[in-house]
Every structure is written in structure tokens, then in C-alpha cells.
């Protein structure tokens, strides 16, 4: 069975500040994806980003960033220097090759004030 | 190009009573996914169509829910009898291929179902 842990419930931080979502996931399969992604108070699930399980090179893109370890488990995601638009829940999700469904973490809920 | 739409935005109905929320993918997407969304349930996995394939029902969560996808394009998802726990945003998501080769999906803005 497949499982994805979202530990941080809510987090608010200052624009500008720097702020890390943490994922954990848990798999017995050695082939498997990542992604994350993200829900502005609009609704809508906006894909961010990603990753197989054979490829563990960060990855940066603007002010996000994405640190995938196998070792740990977890795939990390960072902004750099937030911003207000970047308030949103944020989800992280896992798919494996038992079925055809992401499993979803609980989401994190980010709230950037000014 | 345009996105996943969905239709209705909101829906209002009383107990016991049949809707239909209707999904468009993304012209040229085979893959088309089912997810519900409410408070501490998080987001569930539905039913999974892939082109002409028999779909993966196994997220139904009970006889009254059931889905079609006409002529690889458009789905309706049905709730027949509803109930007050169906109240829920209801999600719709297509993408390229199957999750299997790595797809990435892509969501609809969801139908906000209350059961009165």
C-alpha cells in the first residue's frame, strides 16, 4: 500500500521569507512518480511539478525549488523569497504501479501575509 | 488551449433526489480521472477511464455513483438517491496517457455539490 504524509498543517509565513513543505511517502515499488501540486483559493489543482523514482536530481524552476531523496523518502518543496500569490493549499501525490490513482497527501495550507 | 471544464460549478439538490456533473477534457487527452474532494477526506479517487479500456471503478464508493465516458471525450458522473454525505467538490481530471507513463494530470475548476 501506498501512503503520502503531509506533517505541516498549515504554515504562514512573511512575504519574503523563505518556506519548506515537507513530504514523506511511503511504497514497497521501486518504480514510482511524484508530484506536487497546487490549490489557490480559486479551486482548481494546478500541477507544479514531477519526478520518477530513478531520477533524484533537484530541481529548480523560478523561485520554486524540489529536493527528491530516495534515502529519506521525501520530496521537499521550497520557495524562495514568497509572495502573497503563492498563498494556496499545496499537495503532494504519489503514484505507483498499482492502480490508476494518485494518492494524495492532506495538503499543506500556506498563507503568506505582508 | 482551453483546460478541463466542468459543468455545473455548484449544485444545489435535496435528498434522495439524481444529478449528473459533467466533465470535458482536454481535446486530445485519452486519460480522464474522477476525484472527490471534502473536508476530512481528503481528495478520492473515484473512476478512471483510458480510452476504449473498461474503466477502473474501484473508487466508487457505492451503487448510487456510476460514470460514462461518451466517444472518448466527455464523462458524466451520476449520484443517484443522494445523500447528505455526498455533499462534496467533485473533481475532474484528464491527462495525455495513463498515470503509468508518468502523465501528469490536469484538474477542472470542480462541481461543489450540496445535498440539502
Known amino acids: 500500500a501506498q501512503k503520502v504524509t503531509q506533517a505541516q498543517t498549515e504554515i504562514s509565513v512573511v512575504e519574503k521569507e523563505d518556506v519548506t513543505l515537507d513530504c514523506v511517502y511511503e511504497?514497497?515499488?521501486?518504480?514510482?512518480?511524484l508530484f506536487w501540486y497546487k490549490q489557490p483559493p480559486s479551486g482548481e489543482l494546478v500541477f507544479l511539478i514531477r519526478?520518477?523514482?530513478?531520477?533524484?536530481q533537484n530541481e529548480i524552476s523560478g523561485r520554486y525549488s524540489w529536493n527528491f531523496q530516495k534515502s529519506t523518502s521525501s520530496f521537499n518543496f521550497t520557495i524562495t523569497a514568497s509572495q502573497v500569490v503563492d498563498s494556496a493549499v499545496y499537495f503532494c501525490a504519489l503514484f505507483t504501479g498499482g492502480g490508476n490513482k494518485l494518492t494524495f497527501g492532506t495538503g499543506t495550507q500556506l498563507k503568506v501575509e505582508l | 488551449g482551453a483546460g478541463v471544464s466542468q459543468s455545473p460549478s455548484n449544485k444545489v439538490t435535496e435528498k434522495g433526489k439524481d444529478v449528473e456533473l459533467r466533465c470535458d477534457p482536454i481535446?486530445?487527452?485519452?486519460?480522464l480521472y474522477w476525484y472527490r474532494q471534502s473536508l476530512g477526506q481528503g481528495l478520492e479517487f473515484l473512476i478512471y477511464f483510458q480510452g476504449n479500456s473498461a474503466p477502473d471503478k474501484s473508487g466508487l464508493p457505492s451503487d448510487r455513483f456510476s460514470a460514462e465516458r461518451t466517444g472518448g471525450s466527455v464523462s458524466t458522473l451520476t449520484i443517484q438517491r443522494t445523500q447528505q454525505e455526498d455533499s462534496a467538490v467533485y473533481l475532474c481530471?484528464?491527462?495525455?496517457?495513463?498515470?503509468?507513463?508518468?502523465?501528469?494530470?490536469?484538474f477542472g475548476p470542480g462541481t461543489r455539490l450540496t445535498v440539502t
Open positions: 481530471a484528464s491527462s495525455l496517457l495513463g498515470l503509468a507513463g508518468g502523465y501528469e494530470q490536469y
Open positions: 519526478r520518477n523514482s530513478f531520477d533524484e
Open positions: 511504497t514497497r515499488d521501486t518504480t514510482y512518480y
Open positions: 481535446s486530445g487527452h485519452t486519460a
